[in-house]
């Protein structure tokens, strides 16, 4: 098979800011895996979180190192090709973008889209969130006003762990509540913003607020003090920066109520779909979520979305110059279309990356 990679650079409408920092530009990786006649599509984004930060340059330098050793493999070889990505120590969101793309490949193969290929149903999709970045309390009320302008809002996710604290965190909510549509669904990501007591005020304070759950109260690395909180707190509590892969989850079960699945810490549908089983075995609530991803890895994502009980896949929502189209908004929802594979397309109808090379 031949594999091509191409660097695409994406600029957010409104610049994210959480409690590591603000992001308004990604540079991502374009993957096309072509074999047969078929090419498949993947993406790798960059993320920051982890043992080792995956930028932009080691994820296309270890990708490139990667084309000539991959050219004896078929799309057919997904298990070998697996076990020499893990011997190669390949970074999870470059066997994200081969992942996806195997997969695409085999769903353009066969005619159908991944979801039916699975035997999903659309109908359990339940609404996307819609994510509103740390700021003032008047930027918030503006962001989600915003939101409700491009999309119908049946979800709404609101960052805190604010430097300024959690009384600047308290304010930020207010305001959003005060132009939040009544019958959507708020809930809480402080990215690991929060100390153990912090989180235990916020806990309840949180759950007098009517939200649905908080999601990573703690830094990655304070993962021991996790029962405590879940002894403490009234709100369920999922993980995201703590949890990676299917091996983590079972040391988590017992001081978490969910964990939240993003394709490019867990390496691609694949392990997504370990993740998912392993969840359900040990009684934890699933949520799948994005970095700075395109239109192509939250429509990978949403095929998937039928298991899931929340969903924040809003990244190209935000996005000013996404290059494909996906999966589509449907009363608030985040829904794979009919075509073959992933169903994306390019938004200028490249179909090839050869005259980009």
């Avoid at 932009?56 to 020499?84: G, H, M, N, V, W």
């Avoid at 806990?203 to 909180?229: C, F, K, M, N, V």
């Avoid at 449907?330 to 594979?341: D, E, H």
Wanted: hydrophobic share 40%.
């Amino acid at each position: 098979m031949q594999i091509q990679v191409k660097p695409f650079t994406v600029h957010k409408r409104v610049p994210l800011t959480i409690s590591r920092g603000t992001t308004a530009t990604s540079t991502n990786l374009w993957v096309m895996v072509e074999h047969e006649g078929i090419a498949g599509w993947g993406e790798a984004s960059p993320f920051s979180i982890g043992q080792q930060p995956q930028l932009t340059e080691t994820l296309l330098a270890q990708l490139q190192a990667l084309i000539p050793k991959l050219s004896d493999y078929t799309p057919y070889d997904r298990q070998a090709i697996d076990r020499f990505l893990q011997a190669e120590h390949v970074l999870s969101a470059v066997r994200t973008s081969l992942d996806v793309a195997l997969h695409d490949w085999l769903g353009k193969r066969v005619g159908l889209p991944l979801w039916q290929l699975w035997g999903l149903d659309r109908q359990q999709i339940g609404p996307t969130s819609v994510t509103i970045g740390i700021s003032s309390p008047e930027a918030a009320q503006q962001r989600l006003l915003d939101w409700q302008q491009t999309t119908v809002v049946k979800a709404i996710k609101v960052k805190l762990g604010s430097p300024a604290g959690i009384a600047a965190d308290q304010s930020m909510l207010k305001a959003v509540q005060a132009v939040a549509p009544t019958a959507a669904k708020l809930s809480i990501d402080a990215n690991g913003g929060w100390s153990l007591d912090e989180s235990i005020t916020m806990s309840h304070w949180l759950a007098e607020q009517g939200i649905t759950y908080i999601e990573q109260p703690l830094a990655r690395g304070q993962e021991d003090d996790l029962p405590h909180l879940y002894q403490q707190s009234p709100l369920p509590l999922f993980v995201d920066e703590s949890c990676f892969t299917s091996a983590d989850i079972p040391k988590l079960a017992d001081r978490v109520h969910g964990i939240n699945i993003k394709l490019m810490k867990s390496g691609g549908l694949s392990e997504a779909w370990r993740m998912i089983h392993t969840a359900k075995a040990c009684g934890l609530q699933i949520m799948f979520g994005c970095y700075s991803d395109s239109a192509l890895s939250n429509t990978a994502a949403a095929h998937l979305a039928p298991f899931a009980d929340h969903l924040d896949l809003d990244s190209h929502l935000n996005l000013r110059d996404d290059p494909f189209v996906g999966a589509f908004m449907q009363a608030g929802c985040l829904v794979p279309n009919n075509s073959p594979g992933l169903g994306v397309m390019a938004r200028d109808g490249e179909t090839t990356l050869e005259k980009q090379h």
